[in-house]
């Protein structure tokens, strides 16, 4: 085949607070021919994810942190255009890290196959993918069970919103707070939260009073910050916490104090869990023959938020964090 043109996102220089667009580039790279046990892909969907921003920090974490001047990495699906490897042929639908970028060659070892009558394909960085797995493997670890009174912060984002219905499914109790009367009243109406409500318009400790007089027994966080501090209030004895994100912290310069009730783990006997869904992909297939079920019979909602073109991935990104998405923010890259 003729060489191929592929453009990709880059970044250009370190965030300081929220990213800009400015700390990002958009280049065009030149792919190589294919050599034996190699796979060509050109991209459909790539996946924009909060835990990003940590990878933009030039420091150590669970990932790597991206480098200067090269391509992003992130969850992607797409098709194989070309294949030398036995493993993949011409046609396959496939997902990867290798997002932020139209087209790429990979190892076999590199790509997962996925059944392309699943639509839409995007299905597979959202409720089928690492955010729908994230919010699974939270619950499971946890034990969540039915009866438990769960809360969610950050209810109407990718993870947020899968956790609830999956909870729903469970039998649980679902509690969830997001950022406007549109995501909140999408909570109720189109994922089954038996309550839920804006955080912007008064303390949320106050809300999760009215919502959940009793207490909860289980917080899924996706926040930090006050929605932390008012679980750490509202939780029964011996609940559980699972630590999840905390997107209200991830653009801070310096990290915010512990809140002020932490000790509320000592005297409620808390369990407090910190999760990384890269820890469970040995479950990956258990998984996804769960909720793909769940998602075959209707009993899900695939929620996302679909942008057009590589040249907008970035605008996805940011949006993140000025509450742009509901459910999965996705960027579409080919039809």
């Keep these: 085949m003729p060489n191929i043109i592929s453009r990709e996102i880059r970044l250009a220089s370190r965030p300081t607070g929220v990213p800009a667009a400015s700390n990002f580039t958009l280049a065009e790279t030149t792919l190589a021919a294919l ?4 796979v060509l892909v050109g991209n459909l969907f790539m996946s924009v994810d909060p835990y990003m921003r940590g990878r933009m920090n030039d420091r150590k974490s669970y990932v790597p942190p991206f480098e200067i001047g090269k391509a992003l990495e992130g969850g992607a699906v797409g098709e194989v255009v070309e294949s ?3 493993e993949f042929k011409v046609g396959d639908t496939v997902t990867s890290k290798y997002g932020w970028r139209e087209a790429f060659i990979a190892a076999p070892k590199e790509l997962h196959a996925v059944n392309k009558a699943v639509q839409p394909l995007s299905v597979y960085l959202g409720t089928l993918g690492m955010t729908g797995m994230t919010a699974w493997a939270g619950l499971t670890m946890v034990e969540v ?5 769960i809360y969610i912060s950050g209810a109407a984002g990718a993870v947020g919103n899968m956790a609830g219905q999956l909870a729903k499914l469970r039998g649980c109790r679902v509690i969830g707070s997001a950022g406007s009367e549109e995501k909140v009243k999408r909570l109720s109406e189109e994922c089954g939260f038996d309550a839920a409500f804006n955080y ?3 303390p949320v400790l106050e809300q999760l ?3 959940a007089p009793d207490g909860i027994d ?10 932390l501090e008012a679980a750490l209030s509202a939780l029964r004895v011996h609940g559980r916490i699972i630590a999840c994100g905390g997107i209200s912290g991830y653009n801070e310069e310096k990290p915010k104090p512990a809140p002020s009730n932490l000790f509320n783990m000592t005297t409620k006997r808390l369990t407090m869990k910190g999760m990384i869904v890269g820890d469970w992909l040995d479950r990956q297939g258990e998984f996804e023959n769960e909720v793909g079920a769940y998602l075959q019979a209707g009993k899900l909602k695939n929620l996302e938020t679909v942008m057009d073109g590589i040249d907008q991935a970035v605008s996805a990104f940011i949006g993140l964090f000025n509450g742009k998405n509901v459910g999965k923010m996705v960027v579409k890259l080919s039809s």
């Design 35 to 38: 050599q034996d046990q190699q």
């Design 209 to 211: 009073n009215r919502a």
């Design 145 to 149: 069970k039915a009866g438990d009174v």
């Design 84 to 86: 030398r490897s036995s």
């Design 218 to 227: 289980v917080y899924f966080d996706n926040v930090g910050g006050e929605s």
């Design 200 to 202: 912007k318009t008064s």
